[in-house]
């Protein structure tokens, strides 16, 4: 993936985060109970933390792995958490270790990928 497509992904992961605590703060508030917002709230924390590592990545060259999986655990990990919270299916929760699993794999890879020739 090019840094470009990287640096566009990772503004447009910052700027959705931002969009849903903001949603959180003054939507959700009074129509989730406290677990449902908490969860919801972990989800824009995680969210905009991966966001940042795709913003990372953009300053690498040549990373393959890393940005993948920071977008696969974004809408694995938060996007089942979102959903989990606005509608209560507790299937969901299934989904979300997959999307840590991500992360996991994004930062190890982000630190041992090869970035370009040696020189």
């Known amino acids: 993936m ?13 700027a959705t985060a931002v969009l849903l605590g903001a949603f ?4 959700l508030r009074g129509r989730l109970d406290e677990a ?3 969860v ?5 924390q995680y969210h905009m933390y991966h966001a940042l590592a795709l913003g990372l ?4 060259t040549q990373l393959r792995l890393a940005p993948w999986c920071f977008l696969i655990g974004i809408l694995l990990f938060s996007g089942s958490l979102y ?5 209560q ?6 989904i979300t270790p997959f999307g840590g699993i991500a992360f996991v794999i994004g930062w190890l890879a982000l630190g041992f990928e090869r970035n370009g020739p040696k020189t």
């Open 40 to 44: 919801f709230e972990t989800a824009v």
């Open 57 to 60: 990545c953009a300053m690498r």
């Open 83 to 87: 959903a989990l919270a606005l509608s």
């Open 2 to 14: 090019q840094s470009s497509t990287i640096r566009h992904l990772a503004a447009f992961a910052g």
């Open 89 to 94: 299916l507790k299937w969901l929760a299934y």
């Open 24 to 27: 959180a703060a003054h939507a």
């Open 36 to 38: 449902g917002l908490a």
